[in-house]
């Protein structure tokens, strides 16, 4: 039993599927972040989620991120810059799509930037980002490139990620793993409304 709730019965059979539908993805959600964070349990490795969530449920999807033990990534384009392959082929290089956030980065928001080979991470990490995220590398390419940063700039791992391979990732020595699977591919966990009266 998950919950019990006292009510009319017309009530409650309106709300059923909805309630359901919520209480189904969200319990989904946190137990699947859940899982993830118990294969990297041991390691330094944090466990994010990612916007990829149902449009207007993101708030609750967070939320069940959260309550499954794992972080949240962004909530938007707010609360810290990505910078990624598309904007970095835009302003030419890495360096040139830093310099343009930082020109105009009055918030102050923290810079991450995404790489997908050592060169490309080392000249992120000459540029003083807060975070470099590692996308789809393999693992010893992964194993490099923390060796190379040494302690200096967070290390996320990005792409391709899957509870089977996570706590593989998580031996690398990044510092954080985002998990889109967390929201974007969720399976609903089976629960019932049982009416007795």
Do not use: C, W
Request: aromatic share 2%; proline share 1%.
């Amino acid at each position: 039993v998950v919950a019990e709730v006292v009510g009319r019965a017309q009530s409650l059979l309106s709300a059923e599927r909805v309630a359901l539908n919520f209480l189904q993805r969200m319990s989904g959600i946190a137990t699947l972040a859940r899982r993830y964070v118990e294969a990297v349990r041991g390691t330094r490795a944090i466990i994010l989620d990612t916007r990829k969530t149902v449009p207007g449920l993101r708030v609750l999807d967070k939320l069940a991120v959260r309550l499954g033990g794992a972080a949240n990534h962004r909530f938007g384009l707010f609360d810290m810059v990505l910078i990624k392959d598309n904007h970095i082929a835009a302003a030419g290089s890495i360096t040139a799509a830093v310099e343009r956030v930082r020109a105009h980065n009055q918030a102050r928001l923290p810079v991450e930037v995404e790489v997908t080979n050592l060169e490309q991470l080392a000249e992120a990490l000459s540029l003083g980002v807060d975070r470099i995220l590692l996308d789809n590398m393999d693992l010893e390419t992964m194993r490099r490139a923390v060796a190379y940063v040494d302690g200096r700039v967070e290390l996320e791992a990005s792409g391709g990620i899957t509870l089977e391979n996570v706590a593989a990732v998580a031996a690398t020595g990044v510092t954080h793993i985002s998990v889109g699977a967390l929201t974007h591919s969720v399976k609903a966990l089976d629960i019932s409304l049982e009416l007795e009266t």
